[in-house]
C-alpha cells in the first residue's frame, strides 16, 4: 500500500522559509513523477512543482518560481518542497503527490496524480 506523508509546514513570518518533506511508503516503481500542490481556504487545489525522475527537469507554478524548489533524496524516499521568500499569499494546506509515468504537459494537474498525501499547514503572516 503506497503511503504518503508530509511535514515540515508551520508558520512563519514573511520573507522566511520552510522546507516540507514528503516520505513515501510502499512505492517501488522507478519510473514516476512527483509533485506539490497546494490549497488556499476556500480555493481550488494548484500545483506549484513537478519532476519526473527519468527526464528530472522541474516545473514550476508562475507563482513560485524562483523561490521554490523541488527534490528527492538520494535513496529516493522522500521528497521535498525548499520555500524561500515567502509570502502572505503562499498560505495553504500543501499537499505531495505522485503517479507511475511521466508528466502529461507540466504535470501540475491535480487529476494526473493517484497517490496523495494528507497535506501540511503552510501560514505565512505580514
Sequence with gaps: QVQLVESGGGSVQAGGSLRLACAVHGYTSRDYSMAWFRQPPG???EGVA???RL???PYYSDSVKGRFTISQDNAETTHYLQMN???PEDTA?????TKTGGRRGTGLQPYDYAYWGQGTQVTVSS
Excluded: D, V
Design 50 to 52: 513537478s519532476l519526473y
Design 93 to 97: 494546506m500543501y499537499f505531495c503527490a
Design 43 to 45: 480555493k481550488e487545489r
Design 55 to 57: 527526464t528530472p527537469i
Design 85 to 87: 521568500s515567502l509570502k
